[in-house]
């Protein structure tokens, strides 16, 4: 079957492309789905890590052109920190052509920078990032394994403290909806979407935790296929 929409997912921090696998495949045929692999892990697990905010965006951008098929239509999934990525592509100008629809995920009103938590001390560290939601409870459960994802995580959040919100960024012009779980990113916070937007901004409540896509993702691809008007793939 041909495909009707392109779909590129960028993910949460600390996230493998490979994570995404059973999402995408839930999504169907008509949806060809490319999920980033950020530098440092999983396939790109050799590369540098990036440091600077703007060659980082660079990469973002072309990660998605060097894939991007202009005789169908694309639309964009932020999750998390992935959310601001999103975000900065159209209110900044990276991308010249607008998708079809802007789904944030996980992710708060982009307008308050992240605390600066990147270089703090181990401990306090993992600490504030539990806080902020975002670390499978088994790590959580066996702290002695955050170790080893602390140099992805930091580089991350590193990353993702950089992005600013600027009284210049143009206002969201594509349909956006913001999928979220009251337990993770609540509704009070979320809401704030709206102020970056021309359109009504959609909201969609899942259950779960930071992970719900994943943890749902029949539900989730099902409503992302409904948003970008094909079929579901309930019986």
């Not at 905010?53 to 951008?61: P, R």
Request: net charge negative; aromatic share 14%.
């Amino acid at each position: 079957m041909k495909e009707k929409v392109q779909l590129f997912i960028l993910p949460f921090s600390g996230s493998k492309a490979m994570q995404f696998d059973q999402f995408s495949s839930e999504l169907g045929d008509e949806i060809q789905t490319f999920t980033m692999e950020y530098a440092g892990r999983g396939k790109r697990a050799k590369e540098p890590f990036f440091t600077d905010y703007s060659l980082f965006m660079d990469d973002v951008y072309n990660f998605i052109m060097d894939r991007r098929n202009t005789s169908i239509p694309f639309a964009l999934i932020g999750y998390s920190i992935g959310g601001f990525f999103a975000y900065d592509l159209l209110a900044k100008g990276y991308l010249s052509e607008n998708p079809i629809h802007l789904f944030i995920s996980g992710c708060e009103n982009n307008k308050e920078p992240l605390p600066p938590i990147s270089q703090m001390p181990e401990e306090e560290f993992w600490d504030r990032v539990i806080r902020l939601g975002g670390v499978d409870k088994i790590l959580i459960e066996n702290r002695r394994f955050l170790k080893l994802f602390s140099k992805i995580m930091r580089a991350d959040f590193y990353i993702a403290e950089q992005h600013q919100y600027l009284q210049t960024d143009g206002l969201l012009s594509c349909p956006v909806t913001v999928l979220y779980s009251e337990t993770d990113t609540p509704f009070e916070n979320v809401k704030r979407w709206q102020d970056v937007s021309k359109q009504i901004v959609s909201y969609k409540e899942f259950r779960g935790n930071h992970f719900f896509l994943l943890e749902n993702y029949v539900e989730v691809a099902n409503y992302v296929r409904d948003k970008l008007g094909i079929e579901s793939n309930i019986l």
